[in-house]
């Protein structure tokens, strides 16, 4: 904790803490005599129904307040909303996405985060590598769940290799410990060809299944490899045969464990599935979705959103002409779903336009990591007609402003045509290709990603 306490940068009207006269810039030192650590300190003492909370005014008086909320928000909002710093990643991933960043690009995308705390702020997968005892002991007793967790394989030397960390290996034990406390868990695998495939998949695979049911769910996803791997581990792209071979494995895990426990548990990524050129599961073999974030189940889950949007709808005869642009590896289904509107509403005309991804890589299909020059380098002098649609997974979180920094307003006058940003449910897709999308329906809350955009990269 700061020596000056976690300054107050808002309180709400109307709040406690604005009936307690406390205003931007006091600080608060502690409650019921404990310093607070973090956002989860304050939540978890704050959760009472009377508590002694010590505040240093902005005039640097000292205050102790009394307060009675009965388990009610205090409705303070700090400068910091962790109420700490990030914690950055000490490995050195042979797969981390942001070592094979270009130079130049705004000083944001280098941060590599692998902080506990924002996988349960924002499902955030970090490796343990980091976390202390202490950090393992507050988790089980403020009871945060879920942990989601780069496991990426269970063999410890291998670990070791794979996180260029010599206590990767024994940070696999924190699982164990998270287990017995009965700590809901999430894995991911990322996978590197040659290294923790085959063999190694089918180990993590069994030893993690041992944590159910307090592992809720694994997913595996092929590594993201950009051009600019210049100097970083030699690894190479997953054909289609090697992707039929993981699939494989993770079908046979499937059926064998939901034998046991009625849970799938561990997942292909859509990305698999679309390089192994084979067709997605069926609904009920997703869980639930619980993978959501790793791209597993986004197409899937898209199509019977569409379905269901369409199957409420009444057909029109309007005319208007539209375009859509996407990742090249997602965009065969949004033309199948493009059609599966038009049988609908016969008088669209939706044009779908793959973009290849010059800027980081032809490898990389996905529509999150499409730029502002590539869409508009590809996009001239094609057929847009009136709108153009794009996924908000193109976007920085929040804005209107592409990996690239060029923004909406740039591709909008570079094209001549207005851009729609649409958003991520089957009938938000529904909605955009049939009508514009407008200022106050957009939404860029919450995901960096898009069933538009077909999957995610991971790290």
Request: hydrophobic share 35%.
């Amino acid at each position: 904790m700061s020596k000056r306490g976690h300054i107050i940068k808002a309180v709400d009207t109307g709040s406690i803490a604005d009936q307690l006269e406390l205003e931007p810039g006091d600080a608060v030192l502690s409650i019921d005599g404990h310093e607070l650590e973090d956002i989860f300190d304050y939540e978890y003492y704050i959760n009472s129904e009377s508590i002694l909370m010590a505040v240093k005014k902005n005039n640097g008086e000292e205050w102790e307040l009394e307060i009675e909320n009965q388990y009610e928000d205090l409705g303070i909002t700090f400068e910091n909303g962790l109420m700490s710093e990030y914690r950055s990643c000490r490995n050195k991933c042979i797969f981390c996405f942001i070592d094979q960043m270009p130079p130049g690009m705004r000083e944001t995308l280098y941060f590599k985060d692998d902080d506990s705390r924002l996988s349960f702020l924002q499902g955030n997968y970090v490796t343990l590598t980091n976390m202390s005892d202490h950090d393992i002991d507050r988790i089980i007793k403020f009871k945060l769940a879920p942990i989601n967790i780069s496991v990426h394989t269970t063999n410890p030397s291998l670990r070791c290799q794979m996180l260029h960390n010599r206590f990767a290996g024994k940070a696999l034990e924190k699982i164990q410990k998270l287990y017995e406390a009965e700590i809901p868990m999430n894995g991911q695998i990322v996978l590197c060809k040659g290294v923790n495939d085959g063999k190694e998949l089918e180990r993590t695979i069994e030893d993690l299944s041992k944590f159910l049911p307090y592992m809720e769910s694994v997913s595996a996803v092929p590594v993201g490899m950009s051009k600019y791997r210049d100097g970083l581990y030699p690894l190479q792209p997953f054909t289609g045969e090697d992707a039929k071979e993981i699939v494989t494995i993770i079908e046979r895990w499937q059926k064998k464990l939901y034998k046991t426990y009625g849970n799938h548990f561990i997942h292909a990524s859509d990305e698999l599935y679309i390089l192994a050129g084979q067709p997605l599961p069926e609904e009920d073999r997703y869980d639930g979705y619980i993978q959501l974030e790793n791209g597993v189940g986004m197409l899937r889950l898209l199509e019977g959103e569409i379905k269901a949007a369409l199957d409420r709808m009444t057909g029109d005869d309007e005319i208007e002409e539209i375009s859509i642009a996407t990742g090249r590896l997602a965009a065969p289904y949004i033309e199948q779903h493009a059609r599966m509107i038009q049988e609908k509403f016969p008088g669209r005309v939706i044009h779908i336009y793959p973009i290849t991804n010059v800027f980081f890589g032809e490898q990389i299909t996905v529509a999150g990591l499409i730029t502002g020059q590539d869409l508009m380098g590809q996009l001239k002098g094609k057929t847009m007609g009136k709108r153009l649609l794009l996924p908000e997974c193109m976007f920085r979180s929040g804005e209107e402003v592409f990996l690239d920094d060029l923004t909406r307003q740039d591709v909008q006058n570079a094209l001549q045509v207005q851009v729609d940003i649409v958003k991520s449910s089957g009938q938000d897709f529904v909605q955009a290709v049939l009508g514009p999308v407008t200022d106050n329906e957009a939404s860029y809350e919450g995901y960096e990603l898009n069933t538009l955009g077909g999957i995610p990269f991971n790290q």
